[in-house]
């Protein structure tokens, strides 16, 4: 038997009690410099350009409050200042908001800075989204963790991040979102090699990784699973992190490090309930507004009727 069988198939039955630690902590990525959305990236971080009246980041911290995470770990690099300021108290702002009547305002802006404890440190050059998790290594400790991707947005009711959470505490094995991918497109993903391994209450939406290919052509690529930028992980990753040498774009990439973890501990894909959106893409962004706009509960209807009154 592999090592990677051994370690998967090991795991603790769904079903039976859990005793696997707890994930408490989730590390934000926030350091990259956003060239895909230049210009409008030159001063301002890509993951607080606002989705219909939110900063990216705002839902990414909400989904870590909706699936049980206790502290966010951002790692943040230059030109980011305003993430920290968004997440801290606002006194004055608040003060405003009450002397004027807007208590409604005032609450809200409290409750951004009150959602749960937050940590930052510093990527100092963008060396790669694997080198900004190795960072956060001291703040996350021996414990397991998530990880989010601060400009990809799954919103719905089904928390993401709390679906692979429920994996790793049944299984004590990390565990990463994937979801079915254009064939046409796998030249832009992550593409897992992964072989069906159903257990209870997970079924048929659970895979145990064989390999992962960074961005292969549709004819190379081993299935049409893309990950998506949601993961639940053991710290032994950040041994297999320091062990990866930099690799496509000269960066280090944490699908390098996947692969490393996923021989050497086993890894899952898990074929997550939702659907993303990559919004630090210009039509990402675009397709995440609009269906967000339209589920808004105080214009969504108008701005479905405007919608419908435009000649496409
Ligand atoms: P992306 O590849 O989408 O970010 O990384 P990027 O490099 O900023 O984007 P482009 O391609 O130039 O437009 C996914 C996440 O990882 C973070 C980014 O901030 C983003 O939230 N990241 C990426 C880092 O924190 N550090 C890095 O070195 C690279």
Redesign the pocket.
């Known amino acids: 038997m592999t090592k990677i069988s051994s370690a998967v198939s090991n795991a603790a039955p769904a079903d039976r009690v859990n005793t696997h630690q707890k994930v408490r902590k989730a590390v934000?990525?926030?350091?990259?410099?956003?060239?895909?959305?230049?210009p409008a990236?030159k001063a301002q971080?890509?993951?607080m350009l606002a989705v219909v009246d939110k900063p990216q980041?705002q839902y990414v911290a909400e989904e870590c409050v909706a699936s049980g995470i206790e502290h966010i770990i951002i790692?943040?690099?230059k030109g980011k200042n305003s993430i920290e300021d968004h997440f801290d108290s606002a006194p004055a702002l608040e003060r405003f908001l009450e002397e004027k009547g807007k208590k409604d305002q005032a609450e809200m802006v409290r409750k951004i800075s009150n959602m749960l404890q937050f940590s930052y440190t510093r990527?100092k050059?963008?060396?790669?989204?694997g080198?900004?998790?190795l960072v956060a290594r001291d703040l996350v400790g021996d414990e397991p963790f998530a990880v989010l991707?601060?400009?990809?947005l799954i919103p719905g009711p089904n928390p993401a991040t709390k679906q692979l959470i429920n994996v790793y505490e049944s299984t004590g094995v990390g565990a990463i979102a994937v979801e079915e991918v254009p064939r046409d497109k796998t030249h832009l993903y992550g593409i897992v090699d992964g072989e069906p391994a159903p257990q209870a209450p997970f079924g048929e939406r659970l895979l145990r990784i064989r390999d992962l290919v960074e961005k292969p052509k549709p004819e190379n690529a081993p299935s049409n699973l893309g990950i998506t930028?949601r993961y639940v992980l053991p710290p032994a990753v950040f041994d297999c992190l320091a062990r990866t040498k930099p690799g496509a774009g000269n960066?280090?990439q944490l699908t390098d490090a996947l692969r490393i973890l996923a021989r050497e501990h086993g890894l899952w894909a898990y074929i997550y309930d939702g659907v993303s959106y990559?919004a630090?893409?210009k039509l990402g962004f675009l397709k995440a507004t609009v269906e967000l706009a339209l589920q808004n509960p105080e214009f969504g209807a108008a701005f479905r009727s405007y919608l419908k009154t435009l000649k496409l």
């Open positions: 934000l990525p926030a350091a990259g410099l956003g060239t895909r959305f230049l990236t971080p890509k993951e980041i790692v943040t690099g990527q050059e963008p060396l790669g989204l080198h900004a998790v991707l601060g400009d990809v930028g960066e280090i990559d630090g893409d």
